[in-house]
């Protein structure tokens, strides 16, 4: 049976190419599909034009809007199990973090549904006997959301939620590799109540489908989550159509382990920094700053916990580390760590593709440490997307410092150290957009988000992850009883 998509509010075989849903772990069939096709993209845009100006959703109070994303949480609660074997059927995750995802996008929902009762417009005046003013927030319009492979359910949530809530509507295009995720996502809005042709969901791939869509004249904004290259290039469309963009891009993200630092809580965190998801995550800690005088003895530890992790399949309880998301990806990340050999790079473990075994069959590749690098040679520059840590040391803060800003990417930075004083000093100093200290990978939906340089432009999650997807209008209010005297 072919799997349908969702546009306009209805579901139908899509008009594109053929295309199929894999397993990762042993590239079984998950779904076989139609890509949308260009004919879909037009009828979705035009629907959602239509949906977000008519009263059904524009004129609707926002507890009213609020009810649908409340009712979206409660149904991904009630089916946690369910849509988590389908995330792991969809992108490998460990059934562990699916779960977690899961629960989190039932959590993004009901924030923004929160936000969205309690959203305020202002007051930006002072005292005037002629005017008051005031000014409020109102939708920007269809908005073309691009997400990404490695979190589907939590991505695909974190646009779709806070757009809705701010009275617009969403033509969802989600990753190629990841359909199945986003097209569930469409049937428990429309189970929820969402009215037709406020979201589609696009499967197909970002090159045909993707671009369709952000070109189409009444899209009014691009939020994407992916590469930097695609980012750049979707920054020029919206440049050209003069019209906004959110864009969540790539991560080299530094880790700093101090001479003070708790070593047991700091090698743990930047294990799970690194090897959680497998390294398929935009902020893995990947790059491994350690000073000197600890150096041996983190790196001992590391590769210890390293060597410990279970890497197998997914729906195996216990596992930390499924497969990645296909053999392709796989042979990228392979190929970084050849080339880090080959250039005199040190494997500590790690470093081979399975051959034996199960693991075979899939897209695996164990979590892997190397050091003996210069921090200028691509291993230590450039986003690896896999279980892939590169170590090195540091004497100073000065010289640390000017190592971990040394990247084009902005993302994300994590340090360990017992110092609060030092922390903040350091995390002053660091371009990244989220710094965490004493921990790592910790999210919450009411803190925003988003990257320093080629890491991305603006901020999702927090209330102003609403008022990314709206614009303000001011009004003036005259009090001044007489008529203007300029003509007497």
């Known amino acids: 049976m072919t799997q349908k998509i969702f546009v306009a509010g209805e579901w139908r075989v899509g008009r594109g190419d053929a295309m199929v849903s894999r397993f990762p772990a042993d590239g079984s069939l998950n779904a076989e599909l139609n890509a949308a096709g260009l004919e879909d993209v037009e009828e979705a845009v035009e629907a959602a034009d239509a949906a977000w100006r008519a009263p059904a959703w524009r004129d609707r109070l926002p507890h009213e809007r609020a009810e649908v994303l409340y009712r979206v949480s409660d149904l991904i609660r009630s089916r946690l199990e369910e849509l988590a074997a389908l995330q792991t059927r969809d992108n490998g995750k460990p059934l562990a973090e699916a779960r977690a995802l899961v629960a989190s996008a039932a959590g993004t929902a009901r924030y923004f ?6 959203l305020e417009g202002e007051l930006p005046t ?18 073309a959301a691009i997400t990404p492979w490695n979190s589907p359910i939590a991505s695909e949530m974190q646009k779709v939620a806070p757009a809705l809530a701010g009275g617009n509507a969403v033509v969802l295009k989600p990753a190629e590799a990841t359909p199945l995720m986003a097209l569930k996502l469409g049937e428990l809005f429309e189970e929820a ?5 406020l979201l589609s969901v696009l499967p197909g791939r970002g090159s045909v489908i993707g671009e369709a869509l952000v070109r189409h004249p009444k899209v009014r904004k691009i ?39 708790d070593l047991e809580q700091a090698v743990k965190g930047v294990a799970y920094g690194i090897f959680s998801s497998a390294g398929q995550a935009c902020i893995a800690g990947s790059r491994l700053f350690i000073h000197r005088s600890r150096y041996d003895e983190v790196m001992d530890r590391l590769e210890a916990i390293a060597r410990g992790l ?34 005199g790079g040190r494997i500590r473990c790690g470093g081979e593709i399975p051959t034996q075994g199960e693991l075979a069959a899939g897209s695996f590749y164990p979590p892997t440490l190397i050091d003996g690098l210069a921090h200028d040679s691509a291993v230590c520059q450039e986003e690896i997307f896999g279980p892939v840590l590169v170590a090195l040391p540091f004497d100073d803060e000065d010289e640390l410092i000017g190592l971990a800003n040394d990247n084009v990417y902005g993302l994300a930075a994590g ?15 660091l ?4 710094v965490w200290i004493n921990t790592y990978k910790k999210f919450s939906i009411s803190t925003p988000f988003g990257g320093y340089k080629e890491s991305g432009l603006g901020r999702e999650k927090g209330r102003q992850g609403i008022q990314a997807y709206m614009q303000q209008k001011s009004l003036y209010l005259g009090l001044d009883a007489a008529p203007m005297n300029w003509c007497d």
């Not at 002072?126 to 908005?143: C, H, K």
């Not at 980012?231 to 864009?247: E, N, P, W």
Request: glycine share 12%; net charge neutral.
């Open 126 to 143: 002072q005292r005037n006997a002629d005017f008051m003013t005031l000014s409020q927030y109102e939708p920007l319009g269809v908005i």
């Open 431 to 434: 371009e990244a957009g989220t």
């Open 223 to 261: 939020s994407f989550t992916g590469g930097t290259n695609t980012g750049r290039h979707l920054a020029h469309v919206a440049a050209d159509k003069l019209i906004g963009t959110s864009l969540e891009l790539g991560g080299k993200s530094p880790t700093i382990i101090c001479e003070d630092a």
């Open 310 to 343: 279970r890497v197998g399949h997914p729906e195996t309880p216990g596992v930390h580390l499924g497969p990645l998301i296909n053999q392709g990806h796989r042979d990228s990340v392979a190929a970084y760590v050849d080339q880090a050999r080959e250039q």
């Open 113 to 118: 549904a929160a936000a969205c009762e309690t």
């Open 193 to 197: 109540g969402l009215p037709k042709g």
């Open 415 to 429: 340090i360990w150290t017992s110092d609060y004083r030092r922390a903040l000093r350091l995390a002053g100093k």
